[in-house]
Nanobody, 132 residues
Framework: EVQLQASGGGLVQAGGSLRLSCAASRSTFVNHRVAWFRQAPGKEREAVSSISIWGHTTYYADSVKGRFTISSDDAKTTVYLQMNELKPEDTAVYYC?????????????????????????WGQGTQVTVSS
């Protein structure tokens, strides 16, 4: 079973950039859907972005579209979330999560599978703080 390690969070001014990394261990991300979720204080955990390692398709929440980019390395052991033009409302703890993709996952839009309970493997969170 793949284990995940998230890193790359920090404190940045509004308009700045950060790159989060989600590294796999014990296995790779082959045949997985990898997603980034975030949770701000007092709010529910929300999906920010996801990527199908098999199909290379991606999803972005409307709030981050055009500013964030999700990608994976050729070895399929690390998934990145490049975050540009950061805003104070992006402040949250960011988590990466992974789930094995079934055929159904591969033929349906990413939006169908954004419930955190569908992801069985989670990394520890990494704090992102954007100051105004």
């Amino acid at each position: 079973e793949v284990q995940l390690q998230a890193s790359g969070g920090g404190l940045v001014q509004a308009g700045g950039s950060l790159r989060l990394s989600c590294a796999a261990s014990r296995s790779t991300f082959v045949n997985h859907r990898v997603a980034w979720f975030r949770q701000a204080p007092g709010k529910e955990r929300e999906a920010v972005s996801s990527i199908s390692i098999w199909g290379h398709t991606t999803y972005y929440a409307d709030s981050v579209k055009g500013r964030f980019t999700i990608s994976s390395d050729d070895a399929k052991t690390t998934v990145y979330l490049q975050m540009n033009e950061l805003k104070p409302e992006d402040t949250a703890v960011y988590y990466c999560a992974a789930a094995l993709e079934t055929l159904e996952w591969r033929i349906t839009p990413h939006e169908v599978h954004l419930n955190p309970t569908e992801y069985s493997n989670w990394g520890q969170g990494t704090q992102v703080t954007v100051s105004s």
